[in-house]
């Protein structure tokens, strides 16, 4: 017992794995080229963007897919390549990140949040309640929770709503074996560090819709080049759009291209293995009294990127003091229900250049959620000491009553 009380965990939680070999390979290869623009391509080679393009819709089972500079950059043009305008409204959740409601306020639109759930997911009572009040909902699967979409699409339907999925944190994840990002009418990811693949800085946006796509890639700065899109629709289907819509820059280019694609092919193998570690974590908290898992149903098939709990109803000194307790033997949990942002913002009353109205619901829920990351840089013996550390700080807060 005294023995697993000095316990101190000494990773890093902001460490991801380095770059395969062969992407390494790849990126020098590139840079002896010279030739890094995504259009700057010699004779007929594709070109790492495209042929990257052409992977990862096939491995989404999607037809169309661009890469683009960021996750925030996919959803601002697939916001704009649906058509929302300056002062439209925009439903979307009220437990995101900030580059979610960032994306909403960079097209000149409004959000309109929708409340949370002790699942985690978005509340579909609500949506259904507030879903006569926009014609675009851009929905989170905030920390790779998944609502049940089938009813999430049902409303949406009736409502005439348009769904953009964020999966910046279910790349890989299904629903009933859909592949997260395909529901919707556009699918948008990050490639930034601390996402499912690392380029540093990059993103994804995959649709089936030729229009919406044609203007996407218009918008990311084409150049009128799109022939050259391997996961594009006809050049015809560009011709209806080439006029009327301004070319916004924000490519990827073919270095980060190249560090992605070895990446593409071991994803589900990375998936896999985040998703042990989660339920490593998972088991060694199971049953803690005064914390509660989040439940995850078996439709969905989660990438265990991260982890939550709830401290639900927890005074908030506990919380600070469980937080301050489990920093100091080393263990880094995020409290997304601070009243003052740090570092990352989830609260929508912390975006106060987007107005609200109170949610008391879903202000109870996000007041008790606390969050860790789980890079693959840790083994699952360093996942049961993080559970081990968690559980005996919760409960000693918890009896202090
Ligand atoms: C990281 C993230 C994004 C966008 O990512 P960037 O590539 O940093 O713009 C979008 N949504 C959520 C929930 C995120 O965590």
Not at 213 to 220: D, F
């Amino acid at each position: 017992m005294d023995q697993n009380r000095s316990d101190i965990f000494t990773g890093s939680f902001t460490q991801q794995e380095p770059i395969p070999e062969e992407g390494i390979e790849a990126a020098i290869a590139i840079m002896r080229s010279g030739r890094l623009h995504r259009y700057n391509v010699k004779g007929d080679e594709p070109g790492e963007v495209a042929l990257l393009e052409q992977e990862f819709a096939a491995a989404m089972g999607v037809k169309y897919c661009l890469a683009v500079a960021s996750g925030g950059y996919a959803m601002t043009t697939a916001l704009r390549a649906l058509g929302v305008r300056p002062g439209d409204r925009v439903l979307s959740n009220a437990f995101t990140l900030a580059p979610v409601p960032g994306a909403i306020a960079a097209v000149g639109a409004v959000p309109v949040f929708v409340g949370v759930t002790e699942a985690l997911t978005i509340d579909l009572d609500d949506l259904e309640a507030k879903a006569d009040q926009a014609s675009v909902l851009l929905l989170s699967h905030m920390r790779g929770h998944i609502c049940d979409m089938d009813r999430l699409l049902e409303i949406c339907t009736r409502h005439g709503v348009r769904v953009i999925e964020d999966c910046a944190h279910t790349m890989g994840a299904r629903w009933r074996g859909r592949l997260s990002g395909t529901d919707g009418v556009i699918g948008c990811y990050s490639t930034q560090t601390y996402k499912h693949m690392n380029s540093g800085e990059g993103g994804f946006l995959v649709t089936n819709d030729d229009q919406v796509m044609a203007r996407a890639v218009i918008l990311s700065g084409s150049y009128m080049l799109y022939p050259r899109h391997l996961a594009a629709p006809e050049p015809a289907v560009f011709e209806a759009v080439k006029y009327d819509t301004p070319n916004i820059s924000g490519r990827m280019d073919h270095l980060r291209a190249a560090i992605l694609r070895p990446q593409l092919r071991r994803l589900e193998a990375q998936c896999a293995a985040w998703t042990d570690r989660y339920r490593v974590v998972e088991a060694g908290l199971r049953d803690c009294p005064g914390l509660r898992l989040i439940d995850r149903p078996d439709e969905e098939a989660f990438v265990g990127s991260s982890f939550q709990f709830l401290l639900l109803d927890w005074a908030a000194p506990k919380v600070r003091d469980v937080v301050a307790r489990c920093a100091a033997r080393g263990v880094e949990l995020k409290w997304f229900g601070a009243a003052e942002p740090a570092g990352f913002t989830s609260r929508y009353d912390s975006w106060r250049y987007a107005p609200s109205a109170p949610m008391p619901a879903s202000d109870r829920i996000l007041a008790g959620i606390l969050d860790m990351r789980l890079p693959l840089t840790f083994s699952l013996e360093d996942c049961a000491l993080l559970a081990r550390i968690i559980r005996a700080e919760v409960s000693a807060v918890h009896q202090a009553a």
